[in-house]
C-alpha cells in the first residue's frame, strides 16, 4: 500500500475540498462575517430558486449554530467520505449498477458513468434530463446530477453514510469535477487502485491522513497553553492501529473467548491467538468451572463493543473472526453477516466523521459475505455523539429532560458517560418530542448510546485516545477527575477502567494503550483495581510499534484481560528492544521474548509494576531486604530556585572567598553528565539572606528544608538515556530536582557501593521504565546487607570515591584543583 500517495491525496484533498464549498458559500452571499440573510430572494443579481432558497436559508442555520469555519469542515469531509465511499464500491464491483463513477475498467479517469449515460440504470434517474443535458453537452451538470442521484439511490441501503442529498450540502457540491487536476481525478490517478481492494487499510488510512494539518494545529496550540477542544479531540487523538496488533487484539478476545468453549474453528487463520501457559491445578480446575460457561454462548449470543471505533478496524476484523464463528456451527455466510450485523457489533465515537466511515467498512464487509445485505433492516449497532449535540431541552421536564440533559457534552465525553433513562423512556419521549424540538435523529442516537452503554459485553475491544491532563479542556478534566480520580492523568487510563466496566464479570477486553500505566506511581492506585483482574496475555510493544509515530515519546503495550482467576499464569511477548511495526509482529509471531508470570507477584514489588519479565529470585529480593527509606532521610523536597540564571554560577566565576559555608555562595548539586563515584559538582546557589527569604516566600521557588542541607550522603542524575550513575555528596551541599539525594545514610558506603553495580539498573528498569529515576524508585531498591562483606565492600567504595575525587580534581573546573596532573 502506498502510504505516502494516501497521505498526499488525504492533505491536498482537505485543503481543496474547503476552499471549494467556501467559495460556493461565497457566491451564495454566505460569508464568515456577513449578515447572512436567509430570506433574501436573490444572491449576485440572479434570481434563487425556491430549491436554492431553501438550502441556503438551511446553510444559514447551520453556520449559526456550529460556525463558519465548521460549517465549512463538515461540507468539505462530507463530499470527501461520499467520494471516498464511491471509489471503493466502484473499484470493488459494489455499485448496484455496476458502472463506475469516477473511472473506466482500465482504472483511467474516465468516468464510465458518463460514457455511457444514456443507457446507465441507477435508482432514481431521469432518463428524459439526461438526454437533454447530454443533448446540450452540460457535462459538468449531468456529471452532478448523475452523482448526487447515485448518492441518493444508495441512501436506502447505505442511509448513514449516504445521508439524502437535497439539503445545504447540495448547494456545495464542489464544482470543476472532470478537470484533470480536479479532487476526484487525484483520488484516481495518485492513489493505487489495488490499494482501494483493502478495505480498512484505504478508509482508515484515509481517515487518519485527512487530519493531518487538524492534528498538527492542535498540538501547536497545546504549545501556546490552548486546550483541546470538542471538536479538536478526533483530530488531536485519532490514531490508526496497526492491522497485526488488530487480529492480536480480537483473535485473542473474541476468538478466546468461543475457542475455550468450542475449540478454535478448524479453518480460522488465528495466527497471533497466543496458547494459554500452563497453569496449576487449582486454577485448571477454576478454567474449567469459567469455560463450562463459554461452551454455552452461541454464535448470535456474543456480545462485542468498540468505544472509540474510528474508522471501524477492529470491528471489521471482528466480522471475519465472527464468520469463522458462525461457520463452525453450520451457518451459511449470507445468514451469517446479517446477524452479525444485528446481534453482535457494536460500535461509539465522538467523531461523526469516524462513524460513518466506520458505518460504511463495516456494511461494506458484511457485503462481502452477503450481495444483498445493504437494506433497512440490516443496519449496525453503531452510535456517534456528535448527533446528539444540539439539542433544545428547556421545554422538557422531569426525568425526560434530565435524560437529554446527560448528553449536553457527550461529544467530549463520548464513551466515559454513563446514561441512565427512566422506564417509560421510549414512549413518554416520543409524546414530547415533536412539541419540544428534539429532532427524530437526535432522539434515535440518545437512545442508541444509552441502550448501548447501559449492556454488559462479553468482549471489549479498543485503541483509546490518548490525551495527558495538560491538553484536556476545563469539562473534561473535571469530568474525568471525578469520575475517574485512579486514571485522571491521561484519557487511555480512563478507558482501561471503563472498559473493564462495560465487560461482563468473565469477558474479555482487549486494548492498545500507552504503557505509562504498567510503572508510574500516579497510576498505581489503577494498578491496584487491576489486580482484580487477569492478564491473559499481553504483546508489550515499547517504542516505535506504530510507524506513524517517530521517536521514543509513545511507548505502547498491547493487552488482553479478563476476570481475576487466582494465580493465573499470563503469557507476555516482550517486543521493547524492537523497532518498526513489522519487526515487532515478526517478533511476536517467532515465539521468542515470551514469558509466563502471575498478577499477585506484581504486588510484591513497591508501587506494583507490572515487572512481568522478571525471576521469581528477582521478586524475592523485595520481601528479604530492606528499603534505603529505612536507613537514610531520603526527602522528595529538593531546592527550586524558580530563576537558576540569576541564582546559579558556575564556582569558577565566583570569588572562591565568597563561596563555602555561612558564606553567600554554596556548592550545589544538580546531576550532570555520567560520572560514577565522584565529582559534577561544579555549581553553586547564591544562599544569602535576600535570596533565602525569595525561595522561602516565592509561590513557584522552593527552599530546601533544613534537616537535607549539608549533609553527607549520596547523589545522582534524575535524567538519563543510559544507565543512572550514583556519587558520594560531600557534606557542603544543597541540591535540586535534577540532582535528589539520599542524606543520612547509616550504611552509605555499602549502599553507594549497591548503586554502583550492574544489578541495581535492572531493579531501576522495574521501577520505572522510563528516562526519569524518581525518587521513590531509589527509595524502594531492596538492599540485602551482608554483614560478613560490608566491612570489605566499604572499603572497596571509599577506594572508587578517592579515585574519582581525585580524577576529577586533576581538572581545573574542580574547586579542588591544585595543580594539572602532567606538572
Known amino acids: ?159 448513514e453514510m449516504f445521508e439524502q ?165 453450520g451457518w451459511g455466510e449470507r445468514d451469517a453477516a446479517k446477524s452479525i450485523l444485528r446481534n453482535n457489533l457494536y460500535g461509539l465515537d465522538i467523531d461523526r466523521r469516524a462513524y460513518q466511515l466506520a458505518y460504511f467498512a463495516v456494511m461494506m464487509k458484511a457485503r462481502q459475505y452477503n450481495r444483498r445485505i445493504c437494506s433497512p433492516e440490516n443496519q449496525p449497532n453503531l452510535a456517534n455523539f456528535a448527533d446528539v449535540m444540539g439539542a433544545d431541552t428547556d421545554m422538557l421536564s422531569g426525568s425526560i429532560r434530565r ?10 465525553y463520548g464513551s466515559l458517560m454513563t446514561v441512565t433513562a427512566p422506564a417509560d423512556i421510549d414512549t413518554a419521549f416520543s409524546d414530547f418530542m415533536p412539541t419540544f424540538g428534539l429532532n427524530m435523529r437526535q432522539f434515535d442516537m440518545m437512545m442508541k448510546i444509552y441502550k448501548i452503554l447501559s449492556q454488559k459485553y462479553d468482549v471489549v475491544c479498543t485503541n483509546p485516545p490518548y490525551m495527558g491532563g495538560s491538553g484536556m479542556n476545563v469539562k473534561l478534566s473535571e469530568f474525568v477527575k471525578s469520575k475517574f480520580p485512579d486514571s485522571k492523568s491521561d484519557l487511555f487510563a480512563c478507558f482501561i477502567e471503563k472498559c473493564g466496566q462495560l465487560a461482563k464479570p468473565h469477558g474479555f477486553y482487549a486494548m492498545i494503550t500507552q504503557h505509562a ?35 521514543e515519546v509513545v511507548q505502547t503495550t498491547a493487552f488482553v484481560m479478563t476476570g481475576h482467576i487466582k494465580d493465573y499464569k499470563g503469557t507476555y511477548a516482550r517486543l521493547v528492544d524492537t523497532v518498526g511495526e513489522n519487526e515487532k509482529r515478526d517478533l511476536f509471531l517467532s515465539g521468542d521474548k515470551r514469558f509466563a508470570a502471575k498478577q499477585e507477584n506484581f504486588s510484591k514489588i ?44 558556575l564556582h569558577w566565576e565566583i570569588d572562591a572567598n565568597k563561596v563555602g559555608m555561612g558564606k553567600k555562595w554554596v556548592y550545589y548539586a544538580k546531576g550532570g553528565d555520567f560520572r560514577k563515584w565522584y565529582g559534577n559538582i561544579e555549581l553553586v546557589v547564591d544562599w544569602s539572606e535576600g535570596a533565602v527569604q525569595y525561595y522561602k516566600t516565592n509561590s513557584t521557588s522552593n527552599l530546601l528544608a533544613e534537616k537535607y542541607r549539608f549533609k553527607e550522603g549520596i547523589t545522582y542524575t534524575e535524567l538519563t538515556s543510559s544507565v543512572n550513575t550514583f556519587r558520594y555528596l560531600p557534606p557542603v551541599c544543597i541540591f535540586d530536582k535534577k540532582g535528589p539525594s539520599i542524606v543520612s545514610v547509616k550504611k552509605l558506603w555499602y549502599c553507594l557501593g549497591i548503586f554502583g553495580t550492574k544489578i541495581a539498573p535492572l531493579y531501576f528498569a522495574i521501577l520505572n521504565p522510563t528516562l526519569s529515576t524518581q525518587v521513590r524508585d531509589v527509595k524502594n531498591l531492596p538492599i540485602i546487607v551482608n554483614g560478613e562483606i560490608e566491612p570489605k565492600i566499604d572499603e572497596i567504595v571509599k577506594e572508587n570515591v578517592e579515585i574519582c575525587k581525585q580524577d576529577w580534581n586533576d581538572f581545573e573546573t574542580s574547586w579542588g584543583f591544585e595543580k594539572h596532573p602532567l606538572i
Not at 403 to 412: C, G, I, L
Not at 620 to 637: C, K, L, M, P, Q
Request: hydrophobic fraction near 40%; proline fraction near 4%; aromatic fraction near 12%.
Open 606 to 649: 513497591p508501587g506494583m509494576p507490572v515487572a512481568y519479565w522478571v525471576s521469581e529470585n528477582f521478586i524475592r529480593a523485595f520481601e528479604r531486604g530492606i528499603s534505603i527509606d529505612s536507613i537514610s532521610d531520603f526527602t522528595g523536597s529538593q531546592h527550586i530556585t524558580a530563576n537558576n540564571d540569576k541564582y546559579l554560577r
Open 1 to 159: 500500500m502506498n502510504k505516502t500517495a494516501i497521505k498526499n491525496f488525504a492533505v491536498e484533498a482537505r485543503v481543496m475540498l474547503i476552499n471549494a464549498v467556501t467559495q460556493l458559500a461565497y457566491e451564495f452571499e454566505v460569508t464568515e462575517n456577513g449578515t447572512n440573510d436567509p430570506a433574501q430572494e436573490s444572491v449576485n443579481g440572479r434570481s434563487l430558486t425556491a430549491a436554492e432558497k431553501n438550502q441556503r436559508s438551511q446553510l444559514i442555520a447551520n453556520i449559526r449554530q456550529n460556525g463558519f469555519t465548521q460549517t465549512m469542515e463538515e461540507a468539505a469531509y462530507t463530499w470527501f467520505n461520499r467520494f471516498i465511499a464511491l471509489r471503493f464500491m466502484e473499484v470493488n464491483n459494489y455499485l448496484p449498477s455496476h458502472t463506475r463513477i469516477f473511472s473506466d475498467e482500465s482504472g483511467n479517469f474516465k468516468p464510465e458513468v458518463l460514457s455511457d449515460a444514456a443507457n446507465v440504470e441507477i435508482d432514481g434517474l431521469d432518463k428524459e434530463l439526461v438526454l437533454e443535458l447530454l443533448e446540450n453537452q452540460e457535462n459538468e451538470r449531468l456529471y452532478k446530477y448523475i452523482i448526487i442521484t447515485q448518492c441518493n439511490a444508495l441512501n436506502k441501503g447505505l442511509p
Open 165 to 329: 442529498i437535497g439539503g445545504w450540502t447540495e448547494l456545495l457540491f464542489p464544482r470543476n469535477l472532470l478537470r484533470e487536476d480536479s479532487v476526484i481525478a487525484k483520488m484516481i490517478t495518485e492513489i493505487p487502485e489495488e490499494d482501494w481492494r483493502d478495505q480498512v487499510q484505504i478508509i482508515g488510512w484515509l481517515y487518519q491522513y485527512y487530519n493531518t494539518e487538524p492534528k498538527d494545529k492542535v498540538f501547536a496550540d497545546l504549545k501556546k497553553n490552548i486546550k483541546i477542544s470538542a471538536q479538536a479531540i478526533p483530530a488531536a487523538t485519532q490514531l490508526f492501529t496497526p492491522d497485526w496488533i488488530v487480529r492480536y487484539m480480537v483473535e485473542n478476545s473474541l476468538g478466546r473467548l468461543w475457542a475455550e468453549g468450542h475449540g478454535k474453528p478448524d479453518d480460522a487463520d488465528w495466527k497471533y491467538y497466543l496458547d494459554e501457559a500452563e497453569q496449576e491445578d487449582p486454577v485448571k480446575a477454576e478454567l474449567e468451572k469459567i469455560r463450562a460457561e463459554y461452551k454455552n454462548i452461541q454464535p448470535e449470543n456474543i456480545k462485542i463493543i468498540d468505544p472509540c471505533m474510528g474508522s471501524g478496524h477492529i470491528l471489521v476484523y471482528a466480522f471475519d473472526v465472527l464468520i469463522d464463528i458462525y461457520r463452525s456451527c
Open 403 to 412: 435524560f437529554a440533559e446527560q448528553f449536553a457534552f457527550a461529544d467530549t
Open 517 to 551: 500505566f504498567m510503572f508510574l506511581s500516579s497510576y498505581e492506585n489503577l494498578r491496584r483495581k487491576l489486580m482484580l483482574k487477569t492478564t491473559v496475555n499481553m504483546a508489550h510493544l515499547g517504542a516505535r510499534a506504530f510507524d506513524e509515530i517517530g521517536g
